[in-house]
């Protein structure tokens, strides 16, 4: 059985200073990504009591556009890996669900008021009550807020909220090979890559072992892909050991008779420099005209999927510019035309 439980080792020696220096880890982005390519995986893992309330027969519909506007209003600063997500309940209720993720290593005095602040918010702008819940991805054992509210001349205001935090689960997804859930292997990742900031030889041995895991779960081509790429942009290393994992992957894939990674980076490597120099184009027309950028990101699309489905096309000219940026910056990263445009 393969396991993950770390050792003082992995964290403490073998100090690497140029590792910690030239990389800033990315946490928001990689779990945006994984909650949009699996969000029923996500409530079943981290909210299995609200999970059982939803009808998933009826779908669910990412409002992150509208979320985007709600947080510009608030003004609480910098945006985490949050979601809004339209879902249809059991008993046939509409309703939304705030997901938001704090990745940080300190208490944050201000993070349960956030969490109020934006719940209100939300009802203000659709007059439904709103379930809001959050993740703690941080490594402080003793944070964990969950309420926030005022009382005042015998009127209380107040919002408590489901958290789940990422280190009390540590010692339940040790054993990942027999947990199904993607979400085990992301939390897992996580959790490593807090704990080897300083210490890339540990962080490559981490890494190695979860994309082992990824072939070991009946899971389809695409879904190993989807958390391939979750894992890799979450779990940075330096040069020289991108290339040792590299060759790490070319024997499991042989191994398991299942090539899938590095095929899709073969077909990246050949149409990286091309789409990069499109890309340059397209970053430096960003200001002009939105039927220039919609149309430099439609060459960009063809160029790397093929021809464009009529709902892409249509997404395209409706477009705004904040949209086309962001599609922009997906491109190179999202394995389908669908992940290019999810959530927005």
Request: glycine share 4%; proline share 4%; with cysteine.
């Amino acid at each position: 059985m393969t396991t993950l439980k770390p050792t003082d080792d992995d964290f403490d020696d073998d100090f690497d200073d140029d590792f910690d220096d030239d990389f800033d880890d990315e946490f928001d982005c990689p779990w945006k990504n994984a909650i949009e390519h699996a969000f029923p995986e996500f409530m079943a893992f981290f909210f299995p009591t609200a999970y059982a309330q939803i009808d998933w027969a009826r779908g669910h519909e990412f409002r992150n556009i509208e979320l985007r506007q709600i947080v510009r209003e608030a003004k609480l600063g910098k945006r985490f890996a949050d979601e809004l997500i339209c879902v249809t309940l059991v008993n046939g209720e509409e309703h939304l669900i705030y997901i938001h993720i704090e990745v940080q290593s300190e208490h944050d005095a201000k993070f349960a008021e956030r969490m109020f602040t934006y719940n209100y918010r939300l009802y203000d702008r659709y007059a439904c009550p709103i379930a809001s819940m959050a993740v703690l991805a941080d490594l402080s054992e003793n944070w964990k807020p969950d309420r926030f509210g005022f009382e005042l001349l015998g009127c209380t205001h107040e919002i408590r909220f489901p958290v789940v935090k990422l280190l009390e689960l540590a010692s339940s997804i040790e054993n990942l090979d027999s947990n199904p859930n993607p979400f085990a292997l992301v939390t897992a990742a996580h959790l490593q890559t807090k704990r080897t900031k300083h210490n890339s030889q540990a962080r490559y041995t981490a890494k190695k072992a979860l994309i082992r895991m990824l072939y070991q779960h009946d899971w389809g081509p695409q879904r190993v892909l989807d958390f391939f790429r979750v894992l890799d942009w979450m779990m940075r290393l330096p040069e020289g050991l991108v290339e040792k994992l590299r060759q790490d992957i070319d024997q499991i894939e042989g191994e398991t008779k299942m090539q899938y990674v590095t095929s899709i980076e073969r077909l990246a490597e050949k149409q990286g420099m091309q789409i990069g120099k499109l890309e340059g184009k397209l970053e430096g027309k960003l200001e002009g005209k939105l039927e220039g950028q919609s149309s430099t990101l439609e060459r960009l699309l063809i160029k790397r999927f093929g021809p464009l489905s009529p709902d892409s096309a249509q997404r395209l000219q409706t477009a705004t510019a904040e949209q086309l940026e962001y599609w922009t910056d997906r491109i190179l990263d999202a394995p389908t035309p669908a992940a290019v445009f999810a959530g927005h």
